[in-house]
């Protein structure tokens, strides 16, 4: 870890009320905290933008399991894709509706691709892809 360096930002009055409300409805104990996360965020979106090594994300899928045929499928697409699949919660959200939350560690483009053909699976309502990082390159 490198030496902490202070630099000082000038601010309209405006955007620095709205950030001061930003860090106090957040609970940061201070604006260099909360100016940290915001770096930090803006590094792991360019990761994945450019999209290349050991990456991370969730993926999380909202379905009908009564659709004939779904489960099966999205259970096969998973069992293809083993080597980047860390973990998989199963919640049944009523008697129709299940939500699945995936867990992937691995090639960007390969969790890209998996995740987009897991979410336009037939009879998948709704599907989210949050990327992250391994934080191996975060400071």
């Not at 009055?13 to 803006?42: G, M, P, V, W």
């Amino acid at each position: 870890m490198g030496k902490t360096i202070r630099f000082g930002v000038s601010l309209d009055s405006d955007l620095l009320q709205k950030f001061d409300e930003h860090c106090e409805e957040r609970s940061y104990q201070t604006r260099s905290e909360a100016i940290r996360d915001l770096i930090r965020n803006t590094l792991v979106q360019r990761e994945w933008e450019q999209a290349e090594g050991d990456l991370a994300g969730t993926l999380t899928l909202v379905y009908d399991h009564h659709k004939s045929g779904l489960s099966q499928r999205l259970t096969e697409i998973q069992h293809d894709h083993h080597d980047v699949i860390q973990s998989s919660l199963h919640v049944h959200l009523d008697h129709h509706n299940c939500l699945e939350v995936i867990i992937l560690k691995g090639d960007a483009d390969v969790i890209k691709a998996l995740g987009q053909k897991l979410i336009s699976t037939k009879g998948v309502k709704h599907g989210n892809l949050a990327l992250t990082t391994t934080g191996r390159d975060l400071i």
